[in-house]
């Protein structure tokens, strides 16, 4: 069964006395090796794992300070200086959607990250 792997970032807001909230979801992988690859540089492996482990669990909130503190260079698949990537395989546009996860971080300092399997 093929899965995708994304980051839903869920910001929250007051709007007319409610409590509102946004969620953006980025997709990242669509195998679970490079899924695997990346978290593991962010120092998320374990957050994936877990959703690994248990076919009922779908979402899993993860370290958004991890993700917001990452060095991320994409033109030379670089995660917190580790080299991604294993033989020819071109994971510049999966490191440029987590450039916007960061991107949607910086927007609210209250958002949440979820781990999503789909």
Known sequence: MAY???LNVIRQRNANGRTAFAGVSRSFAVTRGTATEILSSLGLGDDLDF???DEDV???QVNAQKILE???DPKHQIV???ELGFGNINLQSELEGLLEVQKDLRASSRATVFL???
Request: include cysteine.
């Open 4 to 6: 995708s792997y994304a």
């Open 51 to 53: 959703i690994n482990s």
């Open 58 to 60: 779908c979402s899993v």
């Open 70 to 72: 990452a060095k991320i």
């Open 80 to 82: 917190n200086g580790q």
């Open 116 to 118: 999503e399997l789909n």
